[in-house]
């Protein structure tokens, strides 16, 4: 599969050492030739030369990973997609070098694409505004009446002829009030656009929250490390019993109580109400789901400094409503890391091949509580498997997104319905596996399953959601699901695409919509 | 032969230069303020013209249009379409309805008195 490009990563940093290539070599105990093809993105360097490498070099081993050129290339193959760059024919050969050569300009490209792309909302958003607000449309028509009546009667008065002196009034009177009704009608509009809010921001801080998250590989040890005091606090467990965590949210001033769902204040759709004395939980809740809600509001109490300091430090969240998402996901993941310790739950990961179900049990975890957890090993040293992770609700809109550099996902809406996130609503409780092909050749191991719709009583079903998580097929041996499967190049995988505006299997059944991709 | 001219305009100070410059150019002028009263003057007085605001209150102009058109002892008027919205539905359904004439405000006096003079004459 095609790699994301660091051979320029390697060529500078030699460069900056003062190394030749052949000083390079010598140390790697290569010949120059490899050097030269690794530092042209022709060899990619794996294991122990991969760990040279950056002993020799003194680089960081999270900057040949690739992930930041592999999501820069994606991201950049959205941009060549759009139609409205369409006519220009752009080589896509090189997108690649602009990755590694222009680095800069590359993100550039990238960041202006978006900023045209907010532009395109907010204009939409306000062109919709003017078109249908009330407000604007009462007062155009207050403009235009009152403009008439004052037309009308200056005409009059500019063709002279005799007008009776009490018409003349009555026209004066009619002058003078219409003005007045003028001065009225653009004061309400002055007030109303600066009451006015930017209403495109809320379009774009999902995606603000994506990126965030992204750029820190959804990985913050500040937290992993707070909650590791915190969980040490409970007790001598791994894993803190529920007597425990409920101890210890009652010692931060919370009471717990427990209400049938429809007697819930927040209403029959959600399943638990917080009101930061009062923690109600919705009767029937599964366990996992009732510790879950109490690691997040202990974390609310006890780690709102930390996770205040990350939100600040992330420059993609320019928004409130971002900043308020990045904050909610915050308290989840510092939930997951009391509940999951990293370092257990990273060596149970590996032992245990990703099993969830064995998983589930051993931390009290519901599966899509344990798939995010899996998407955070991001410790250097001791990683986990990158997952990418999707969840998609009945509609089969995608809930949630968490992206691989070479696995792009969509922002709105749905992905290819060929991905077995969406064959899993079909047969609930079952998983899901998929080898994939990717049109570009990229081949990813997919495992999805969907929850069974539940229901605390009639009328109140909760919500069902299906669960994917997809990894290189590289790393598919590590997970206990691709036991049986034939994982080599030559295996047969399931032709899939990324959606359907960018997919150029022009002869695809399921295909919604023109591609605006060349086949 | 004189035109006789129905204002239907619920803007009293629009309907009052209107009715100036209509009774200048020669026409009887009478002014309805809301739907309703303008359909029941046009049953009883039947004029020429019935220069039709759209936004009136209690009956809009599109429906006053539509039942005048479909009373057989009104069918002779001409009816012109007068609005503030300008936009070009609003002109798609007047014509549905069996407008004779279109005008958006604000419109020009010499402009509106010379097409319900031309509507008065083909009356």
Known sequence: MPDAPIGHIIRNARQRAGMTQTALADAMGVSVSYVNLVEHDRRRLKGTRLNDVTKILGIDSQALDGETEGKLLADLEAVTSDPSVADLSLDRAQVRALVTQHEPWAKALVALYRAGQRDQGLIAAFSDRLNHDPVLS?????????????????????????????????????????????????????????????????????????????????????????????????????????????????????????????????????????????????????????????????????????????????????????????????????????????????????????????????????????????????????????????????????????????????????????????????????????????????????????????????????????????????????????????????????????????????????????????? | MTTTVLIAEDEQNIAESLRFILERAGCIVRHAADGETALAEARADKPDVLVLDVMLPSLNGFDVLKTIRSEPVLQKIAVLVLTAKGQSQDRQTADALGADAFMTKPFDNAAIVAEVLRLGSQT
């Open chain 1, 138 to 519: 009462d007062s155009i028509h207050d403009m235009l009446n009152a403009s008439t009546a004052i037309r009308s009667v200056t005409t009059i008065y500019d063709e002279g002829g005799d007008i009776p002196a009490a018409q003349r009034d009555r026209f004066d009177r009619i002058l003078s009030e219409e003005a007045d009704r003028l001065a009225s009608v653009a004061q309400s509009l002055a007030g109303f656009f600066e009451r006015a809010e930017r209403p495109g921001t809320s379009l774009t801080a999902p995606e603000e929250v994506d990126e965030f998250l992204y750029d820190r590989r959804n990985y913050f040890p500040a937290i992993e490390e707070k909650m590791e005091c915190e969980r040490a606090a409970m007790g001598d467990t791994v894993i803190p019993s529920s007597g425990a965590l409920v101890s210890r949210l009652e010692s931060l001033g919370i009471t717990l109580r427990r209400s049938p769902l429809h007697a819930l204040p927040s209403g029959t759709h959600r399943l638990t109400h917080y009101d930061r004395s009062t923690l109600m939980l919705g009767e029937g809740l599964p366990r996992s789901t009732e510790r879950f809600e109490i690691a997040r509001r202990i974390a609310e109490k006890s780690a709102t400094d930390i996770i205040d300091a990350e939100i600040d430090s992330g420059s993609y969240l320019t928004s409130d409503n971002a900043r308020d998402r990045a904050r909610r996901a915050l308290y989840a993941y510092a939930a997951a890391a009391l509940l999951m310790p990293y370092d257990a739950f990273h060596a149970a990961a590996e032992t245990k091949r990703y099993d969830i179900d064995a998983l589930a049990m051993d931390f009290n975890a519901s599966p899509e509580q344990l798939c995010h957890r899996f998407t955070s090993l991001r410790r250097p040293g001791s990683e986990g498997v990158p997952f990418a992770f999707l969840r998609a609700n009945a509609a089969g809109y995608l809930t949630k997104r968490f992206p691989l550099p070479r696995l792009p996902m969509p922002r709105f809406g749905g992905a290819c319905p060929l991905w077995a996130v969406y064959a899993a609503m079909q047969t609930p409780d079952l998983r899901h596996r998929q080898l994939a092909e990717f049109p570009n050749g990229d081949r990813f191991f997919i495992l999805a399953r969907a929850t069974r719709p539940v229901a605390s009583g009639f009328g109140q079903t909760l919500p069902s959601y299906s669960l994917m998580l997809a990894c290189d097929a590289l790393n598919a041996d590590r997970l206990v699901y691709s036991d049986g499967l034939d994982l080599s190049s030559a295996a047969q995988a399931e032709p899939v695409g990324p959606t359907c505006l960018l997919c150029p299997r022009q002869n695809c059944a399921h295909r919604q919509e023109p591609s605006v991709r060349a086949g």
